[in-house]
């Protein structure tokens, strides 16, 4: 297993509804060295999309996420990863070239300017919408600011560890 960098509660709990609301295409927006989408992944029936936008970083971290998504793929998930910004147009049009999407994870780049362009470029490709790194005790950041907004006008949940 990659390493996981979401607490392990608030992830599961995550993983406990995409598999309750029976998720089969998922789209992740920043998966480091793909600890989440291989957790998540077991919550997901053999055969659903999954998709990763990511930076290009390290070697070392590129490898594993695509060492991740290959075994994926081999176990019967149809995997794609797009390396780039996910600001950039082209990266948008290859998401949306998969999508819609049942479930759809922003966790790249946490600044104001950076989720709120990802919830608006992809929030719209997903029937659910999961953000991470929303709790208030962290350290201010843009993705805890544009949950207070967002959570006023939707429908939500919350997977806040104590």
Known sequence: ???LLQDTDEITGFCQLLK????????????FS?????????????GSRI???????????????SQVLVGLKQRGYDTRLFVGDSTDP?????????????????DGNHTLPYVSSDWKNYGPM???VGFHDIAKDKPPHGASSLWQQLKKEFRHVEFISA
Request: aromatic share 8%; net charge positive.
């Open 1 to 3: 297993m990659a390493h």
């Open 20 to 31: 309750n609301e029976n998720v089969r295409s998922y789209l992740e927006i920043g998966s």
């Open 34 to 46: 793909g600890g989440s989408i291989e957790l998540i992944a077991q919550y997901l029936p053999v």
């Open 51 to 65: 998709v990763s936008i990511d930076l290009p970083s390290k070697h070392t971290k590129q490898i594993r996420l």
């Open 90 to 106: 082209n990266m948008v049009r290859k998401a949306n070239k998969f999508g819609p999407y049942d479930a759809v994870f922003i």
């Open 126 to 128: 997903g029937r659910i």
